[in-house]
């Protein structure tokens, strides 16, 4: 029987996910630098949608469950699913959104699990799932005005059997998973420029660390999704960090997520572990 909640690691087998299609989906106030670029000419939706749509199919293809969070007009950045809650070990948290375009979107998924009866926390102050990455008994959680100090404080008291580990960087990038990731238990993918020396230093010290380079970082390089032995989600867009994962033993399943990486996410933000098998 599949438990309620439970994701150990960033790359054990995944069992359930959660989605909300793009439908909505639109640049509307800029909160990072690829809206910027991408702002006047914005989304195509009818092309992210059926991108997003490979994206579904080739999950359940490798046996994921996907669950569908209904898409609203008054959201236009619900795609990303991994902000609005988080699962660690088996309790699973419900986030607080930062940014005023994003508040709200909590509701959807907590109307689910509800429905589901699947416990959950609410988060007590401003954190979001893109800034939270679990790896066994280490979460490493990115600071910036999106996580705050405070959040990091209750995340050590709920999570007493693990080790917090606190991730400075460039907040500019968004989101910590949009400049470092964890592969498996010693390989990762980082982009060094998002980080003081020290912070790099601490990194390199945990993991055999891929370097993206700057340009893929900007078509979301580090944005890859694991689902277990070996194989992840990554963009076609992105030649340099899919050829050094492969050569790394990764099986890399290309789909072409363009449209949607406009707006500064890609498979990790657009999907919400909720189970993954060990």
Not at 33 to 47: A, F, M, S, T
Request: net charge negative; charged share 30%.
């Amino acid at each position: 029987m599949m438990p309620p909640a439970k994701c150990l690691t960033e790359y054990d087998t995944l069992r359930r996910v959660i989605l909300c299609e793009p439908k909505y989906m639109a640049i509307e106030d800029i909160i990072n630098d690829v809206q910027k670029k991408y702002k006047d000419e914005n989304i195509d939706r009818e092309k992210a949608m059926k991108q997003h749509k490979e994206f579904e199919r080739k999950l359940k293809e490798h046996s994921v469950e996907v669950i569908k969070l209904p898409s609203s007009e008054r959201y236009p950045e619900q795609v990303f699913t991994r902000d609005v809650g988080f699962t660690v070990g088996d309790r699973l948290f419900l986030a607080d959104m930062a940014s005023d375009i994003r508040k709200g979107e909590e509701a959807a998924l907590q109307n689910w699990l509800l429905q589901e009866n699947i416990p959950f926390r609410i988060s007590e102050s401003r954190v979001e799932g893109g800034d939270v990455i679990v790896d066994g008994n280490r979460v490493f959680v990115g600071i910036s005005s999106r996580t705050s100090e405070e959040s990091v404080q209750h995340l050590e008291k709920s999570l007493p059997d693990h080790k917090v580990i606190r991730v400075p960087f460039n907040e500019k990038y968004l989101h910590l998973d949009c400049v470092f990731n964890v592969l498996s238990e010693d390989k990762g993918l980082y982009f060094p420029e998002a980080f003081d020396a020290e912070t790099r230093k601490k990194l390199e010290s945990m993991y055999k660390l891929i370097e993206v380079n700057k340009q893929e970082q900007f078509t979301m390089g580090t944005n890859v999704l694991s689902i277990g032995d070996g194989q992840l989600f990554s963009l076609p867009q992105n030649p340099e960090v899919n050829a050094a994962m492969r050569n790394e033993g990764f099986n890399v399943i290309e789909v072409d997520f363009s449209e949607i990486i406009k707006s500064g996410g890609s498979f990790r933000c657009c999907s919400m572990p909720v189970v993954r098998n060990d």
